[in-house]
């Protein structure tokens, strides 16, 4: 099993670099080419939501991220520190609802569309969003 | 990639040209840009976002903003999308049901002038 860890402070310049390493390690782990575009979007949602949540409520504590290359799955956590109580709507789209409150609900969804495995856990102490998508079962994409 | 905007006017239409990533850390160059056409009194606006490589739900949250802003004035906001990565977005959120989704300015252009 192969880990990468990255910490990083939450500034929305940062996302992008997470973004870009994760769609590295995941292209090195053997995650199909076709599926890259999906895990770039659903860790720039994660780190994306984890990096208000801290502007919000820890702005000097950092983000952290493990991608890991496990039993032919390439699995990411994003983790926070900020206390969460995350919301999950399923119903009719009306534009009057769709409040700013509403739209950070969004990155959850859109994870959720996304990744092929996902598991969501808010606490009092941070939020852990552990996503996975099939790779190599060699854990090394074809050079 | 950088985010690069543009925007000019034909007829009633303005045409808002976007190029680049809309994330959280660029999408606020966007929504200032909404407000400010919509402060200027363009209420009909027409996204382009054929150049755009990616696009989250925080520039989902700017789009569904400037909406809100033009619909206030009777307006509207539509965009031109064919990228399927950037489309699969719209679908997963259900907001293909809230924005006019078309292929091109000129089809865009046409269908607004049908509205007239």
Known sequence: ?143 | MDLKLDHHNEDRLTIVEVEGEIDVYTAPRLRELLIDLVNKGNFHLLVNMEKVDFLDSTGLGVLVGGLKRVRAHDGSLELVCTQERILKIFRITGLTKVFGIYASVDEAKEAHGKDK
Do not use: Y
């Not at chain 1, 997470?18 to 659903?42: F, N, P, Q």
């Not at chain 1, 939501?49 to 799955?73: N, Q, T, Y």
């Open chain 1, 1 to 143: 099993m192969a880990t990468v860890e990255l910490t990083f402070s939450a500034l929305p310049a940062h996302v992008r670099t997470a973004r870009l390493v994760a769609t590295a390690i995941a292209r090195r782990t053997g995650v199909e080419e076709s599926l890259l575009d999906e895990v770039r979007l659903a860790v720039g949602e994660a780190c994306s939501r984890a990096v208000e949540a801290h502007r919000a409520h820890c702005p000097g504590e950092p983000i952290r991220i493990e991608l890991k290359d496990d039993s032919g799955r390439f699995e990411v956590t994003v983790s926070d520190q900020a206390p969460s109580d995350e919301i999950k709507q399923e119903q009719p789209l009306d534009l009057g609802m769709l409040s700013d409150s509403f739209m950070s609900g969004f990155g959850i969804a859109v994870i959720a569309g996304l990744a092929d495995d996902v598991e969501v856990f808010p606490s009092p102490k941070g939020m852990r969003i552990r996503m996975s998508w099939p790779a190599a079962t060699n854990g090394h994409a074809p050079i």
